[in-house]
């Protein structure tokens, strides 16, 4: 039996061990910390539990069809279950808009609360949905870097419609071309930050951001997002995969006809068949491979937005806060320009709370709620996040003590902090970056790097930094497209 090695298990490592188990070959993971998960982490503190990284759930189906695909249920490992209210908004004059998961209830409520239109809010779904339509099989389900992509009717019949895509203009221009209200123009542009990057700079095709929540919902995973780590793990030893947790891949040995041979650790050397790398792509050119040649164009691209990360123990309950809550800033384009430009953070932030308490009770003491206050932020540049985080720290509590007529500062019992460089250092992230590289340029999505290795035999790639992207979603799809790349005949190595 051919063997594999996965060098991390993230989400997308956890996958891609499990679809090549299932696919017959012997798999081991290498993991530098010490529990599975990668970004998905879990923090328990003075009675509270926060989720450590990703707090929204979309797209669960690609979660259960690895469960499926081994022949087993996925609500034995992973339960979820779906959101009606997807989000809650503010602003500081005082408008407040529950988003509805449902099409219809949302448009009435949308309509009312920004004097929009109905029939223009339906078009604008209708027209995302389209979008989605004609570019999921092109751009996230397959690899982009091999000819048979292109090679179908559906794919050239999408590459004729590209003005649907709005690619000439920027989401914020869409979003401007079709309503009036810049409440609801600066709700829609806030789908840019789901893959880390600028409304006033990424295409208007990432309107299709809003679809997949609209069609497919929000969800709440009824034991905290590390569930879904600890489920995949779960499910990846009962199919065979092995583990070794705080062992750290130093090198990827590659032999004289640039084929995988092996990995390193400090201690020790394992030999492979086929090496698949989880790990951040920038690190593994710049730290696992030697002696080839670095695809450096893609390696240098931009990096998607990071984040500052409070973590509060709340002693009091909120009745107009749901799980995912959001308080706008006065001057998105002003926030952006911050993030992406001057690579510092915006003096009035858009502040996004999560409270899975709301949903999971046990995640706080009774009377008490568990808040995930996260602020975007640019990537790690070396900035000073002590004095970053000192003066953020002071607006945040002021803002929310104002919005929600309270005096914060004085309900915070617990507290802990995570900053983009924290976020580097648990997660190997280059940069701290929560998505990879940015989608701020048009051809961002042929700059990420393929799932697999053009100068090195039988290496791949999966995870947030390479080909399709970021998000939970996304990083499953990449080891969807590492197991199409695989050949099933091990003989076809
Ligand atoms: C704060 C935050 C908020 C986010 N919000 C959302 C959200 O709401 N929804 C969403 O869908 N996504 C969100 N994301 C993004 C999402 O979490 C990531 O895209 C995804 O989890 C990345 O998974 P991955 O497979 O790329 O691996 P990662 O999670 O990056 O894990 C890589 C693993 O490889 C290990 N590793 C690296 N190098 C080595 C080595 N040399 N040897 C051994 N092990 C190694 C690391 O320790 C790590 O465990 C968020 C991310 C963060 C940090």
New binding site residues.
């Given amino acids: 039996m051919k063997n594999v090695i996965v060098?991390?298990?993230?989400?997308?490592?956890?996958?891609s061990s499990i679809r090549l188990a299932i696919k017959g070959y012997d798999v081991k993971v290498?993991?530098?910390?010490s529990?599975?998960?990668?970004?998905?982490s879990s923090i328990k503190m003075d009675g509270f539990r926060f989720d450590?990284?990703?707090?929204?759930?979309?797209m669960p189906h690609y979660i259960a069809e690895i469960f499926e695909l081994a022949g087993e249920n996925p609500n034995n490992y992973f339960k979820y279950k779906k959101k009606e209210i997807s989000c809650v908004y503010f602003w500081d004059d005082g408008t407040k808009f529950i988003a509805h998961s449902d099409s219809e209830k949302f448009a009435i409520e949308a309509s009312k609360t920004f004097k929009e239109p109905e029939e223009k809010i339906k078009k604008y779904f209708k027209r995302a949905k389209k979008k989605y339509d004609l570019i999921s099989s092109i751009f996230l389900e397959k690899s982009l870097h091999k000819i048979q992509t292109y090679l179908s009717f559906k794919i050239l019949k999408s590459l004729f419609q590209l003005r649907i895509f709005e690619i000439q203009k920027s989401l914020n221009q869409a979003n401007s071309d079709s309503f009036k209200s810049k409440h609801l123009i600066q709700f829609f542009n806030r789908y840019a930050t789901?893959n880390g990057s600028n409304p006033y700079q990424t295409p208007g095709i990432m309107s299709v951001i809003q679809h997949l929540e609209k069609n497919y919902g929000t969800y709440v995973a009824e034991k905290g997002?590390f569930s879904i780590a600890e489920s995949l793990f779960e499910l990846a030893k009962k199919v065979g995969v092995k583990f070794e947790f705080e062992?750290?891949?130093?090198n990827i040995i590659i032999d004289s006809n640039k084929k995988i041979s092996g990995v390193k650790?400090k201690k020790k050397t394992y030999n492979a068949d086929i090496v698949i790398?989880?790990?951040?792509v920038y690190?593994?050119f710049n730290?696992?491979i030697k002696n080839i040649k670095k695809p450096l164009k893609i390696l240098n691209q931009e990096r998607s937005s990071?984040?500052v990360?409070f973590y509060w123990g709340v002693k009091k309950t909120f009745k107009d806060l749901d799980l995912h809550n959001i308080f706008f800033s006065k001057d998105y384009k002003s926030e952006f320009k911050s993030i992406f430009k001057d690579k510092n953070v915006s003096e009035d932030p858009t502040i996004y709370i999560n409270i899975t308490s709301k949903e999971i009770p046990s995640d706080a003491p009774k009377g008490s709620e568990n808040w995930y206050v996260?602020i975007n932020t640019p990537p790690d540049y070396g900035q000073d996040w002590s004095k970053i985080v000192k003066n953020l720290r002071s607006i945040v509590i002021k803002k929310l003590s104002i919005q929600l007529e309270v005096d914060l500062e004085k309900m915070i019992v617990s507290e802990k902090i995570?900053t983009p460089r924290i976020?580097q250092k648990?997660?190997?992230?280059y940069m701290?970056a929560?998505?990879?590289t940015s989608s701020n340029d048009l051809f961002s999505a042929f700059l990420r790097h393929p799932n697999f290795s053009t100068r090195v035999k039988n290496l791949y790639f999966?995870?947030?930094?390479v080909h399709p992207?970021?998000?939970?979603?996304?990083?499953l799809l990449?080891?969807k497209i590492v197991d199409d790349l695989i050949p099933k005949s091990q003989n076809e190595l």
């Fill in positions: 060098i991390g298990s993230g989400i997308a490592g956890l996958a290498f993991e530098v910390n529990y599975p998960g990668g970004k998905i450590g990284g990703p707090p929204l759930l979309t789901y997002m062992t750290e891949i130093d650790s790398s989880n790990m951040d690190y593994t730290k696992l990071s984040a990360i996260m995570i976020i648990n997660s190997k992230s701290g929560l998505y990879g999966c995870g947030g930094s992207g970021g998000g939970i979603p996304l990083c990449s080891a």
